[in-house]
């Protein structure tokens, strides 16, 4: 799993604007069974994503259609992360 915590590029207005566009994008990700959770950071500063992958590659490759980083609105960061612990630590994905 990969936590991917972006950062905006771009006043809040802006952001604000592509948002719609951002959570159909997320929606196709929770569609294709990646996506474990997300959510805007408080304050809305960016966001954080737990996507189910196997490499920061494939979160990165997967983020670039992103319309906030197509627009230049916001860029990730990628850390590797595996549960052990909490109500995540059996996760398993609904396509495996």
Request: hydrophobic fraction near 45%; glycine fraction near 8%; proline fraction near 6%.
């Amino acid at each position: 799993m990969y936590l991917m915590i972006s950062t905006y590029l771009a006043p809040l207005d802006e952001v604000d604007q592509a948002r719609t566009d951002h959570l159909a994008f997320i929606d196709g990700l929770e569609r294709a069974g990646v996506l474990v959770s997300a959510g805007r950071q408080d304050p809305p500063v960016g966001g954080i994503l737990l996507l189910n992958v196997d490499t920061e590659a494939r979160a990165h490759e997967l983020l670039a259609d992103d319309p906030y980083v197509r627009r230049g609105l916001a860029e990730y960061a990628a850390t590797g992360w595996q549960p052990t612990r909490g109500v995540l630590a059996d996760w398993k994905s609904p396509a495996a």
